[in-house]
C-alpha cells in the first residue's frame, strides 16, 4: 500500500471566491437595552444545571429579580 502526499495548492492556483454583499444591521434604539455578561448566562446555566433553582427560597428570590427587572428598578 502506497500513500501519496498532497500539497496545499498556492494561492495563485485556488479558486477566487466571490464577496458576498451583506445587508447592514438595522439599530434597534431601546431605552432600556443593556449588553448580556455571558459569563453570568453561564453561571446561571450552571446553577439550572445542578438544580440550584429547585429550591423555593431560591425561586422566590428569582421571582422578586425578575418582576424587579420588568418593572425598570
Known amino acids: 500500500m502506497t500513500s501519496t502526499r498532497t500539497r496545499k495548492p498556492a494561492a495563485h492556483e485556488r479558486p477566487q471566491r466571490r464577496a458576498v454583499a451583506r445587508t447592514p444591521l438595522a439599530r434597534v434604539d431601546m431605552p432600556n437595552a443593556r449588553v448580556v455578561d455571558l459569563t453570568r448566562v ?21 421571582v422578586e429579580a425578575v418582576l424587579e427587572e420588568m418593572r425598570g428598578r
Open 42 to 62: 453561564a453561571k446561571a446555566r450552571r446553577r439550572i444545571a445542578s438544580g440550584w433553582y429547585d429550591r423555593s427560597d431560591v425561586r422566590d428570590s428569582l
